[in-house]
């Protein structure tokens, strides 16, 4: 049908479907509110044993469920972030949460907790990778979220060497692979900015973008993307001609104050960082699952080799591997690697047993749901 061919909208036409919407939303709030009443009731059950409040494998469960019920025209992705904010405030009614994570407020990882957590639970935001880990177990966060590998700089060394530490004291409970875009952000116009503030890994991912975009402009390292937005801001705020920006995420620019004058300004478009749930308490089998272990190997010709040969004969498939210096003796080096499959699950077991078998040292750090989806 031609524009030319559809009747004419009348005011009439439009009431009547917004009344229709009316009683529809009344309908959704009267469900997800006795949906809360059950939540409430989980809580009350929960309450005084060691079950958690958060539990990947029935996030991932719950998630996968909602989709199978999905026929459309609403995309998958939107009912998955509706749903993220359900849960987030089914944990405000059971028990609030706190989660820790790299701050300061307005980073990567903020963003990334808040898109996996949800608004309803408190968020700290703590200034090292090593502090994420040390509040966990000390408990003063329920969860930490911390950054593993950039698909780009790879490997995120502070929370590999953070494991050294901690790998008794606590497990990987989650994973969360998060879409990463820099914003230039600044109150002042484009063709005026003279210096641009953020960190050395921003700067690098955006290199060409800057160089076509702003040649001239001097670069000023920050110690994070969010410490750049609020140097920005504060310089303009000083003196509006001060031609100050930022390169950080789009809620920098929010917490901070500050406009986006460009959006994903990255030289890369499939840049993806991967973080890290950190917990005391150990997740379920999901189905579809990760085991992340680390070890250190003798030094003989093909050590490394007959630890990787287990799960190669196995028809187990490696997702991550990486290495860092043992901190104990030189060139001595713990690797770290991520398996298919969960360590609950008895075939993984065994292989996980006879890889041990050839190794100094073997540590399983956690086995948790895979990420299903980069949000």
């Not at 998630?63 to 359900?86: C, W």
């Not at 973080?275 to 997740?283: V, Y």
Request: charged letters at 25%; glycine letters at 6%; aromatic letters at 8%.
């Amino acid at each position: 049908m031609s524009q030319a061919d559809q009747p004419p909208v009348t005011n009439e036409a439009l009431e009547t479907l917004r009344d229709k919407i009316d009683v529809i939303d009344r309908k959704l709030v009267d469900l997800i509110n006795e949906r809360a009443k059950c939540v409430v009731e989980v809580g009350n059950l929960k309450r005084g044993t060691n079950v958690p409040i958060y539990a990947p494998h029935r996030e991932a469960a719950v998630l996968r469920k909602i989709q199978s019920f999905n026929d459309g025209p609403i995309h998958d992705r939107t009912l998955e972030a509706v749903y993220r904010e359900l849960m987030s405030g089914s944990f405000a009614l059971e028990q609030p949460l706190r989660i820790g994570y790299l701050g300061p407020v307005g980073t990567f990882s903020h963003l990334a907790a808040t898109k996996q957590f949800g608004s309803s639970v408190a968020f700290e935001d703590l200034r090292q990778i090593e502090g994420v880990f040390e509040e966990v177990t000390r408990g003063h966060v329920d969860y930490g979220l911390v950054p593993i590998e950039n698909s780009t700089g790879g490997g995120i060394n502070e929370t590999l060497d953070a494991f050294l530490t901690y790998h008794d004291q606590l497990n990987i409970y989650g994973e969360v692979q998060l879409s990463i875009h820099f914003s230039l952000l600044s109150n002042g116009k484009p063709e005026n900015i003279k210096r641009i503030y953020s960190k050395a890994e921003a700067f690098a991912q955006c290199r060409n973008w800057l160089s076509t975009q702003y040649p001239n402009a001097e670069r000023i390292p920050a110690e994070s993307t969010a410490a750049a937005a609020r140097r920005a801001k504060e310089e303009f705020d000083a003196d509006p001609e001060s031609g100050s920006a930022a390169i950080g995420s789009s809620l920098a620019g929010e917490v901070y104050g500050l406009h986006c004058l460009f959006d994903a300004i990255e030289d890369r478009q499939r840049n993806i960082t991967r973080f890290l749930i950190l917990s005391k308490s150990e997740t379920e089998v999901s189905g579809n699952d990760k085991t992340s272990v680390m070890f250190t190997t003798d030094h003989r010709p093909g050590s490394l080799v007959d630890v990787l040969s287990v799960f190669k004969r196995n028809s187990i498939n490696l997702t991550h591997i990486e290495k860092r210096p043992s901190r104990e003796v030189n060139w001595d080096y713990t690797f770290f690697v991520d398996i298919e499959g969960h360590r609950k699950d008895e075939r993984i077991a065994e292989i996980i047993g006879e890889a041990r078998a050839h190794c100094k040292n073997f540590q399983v750090l956690g086995s948790f749901p895979a990420c299903q989806r980069i949000l």
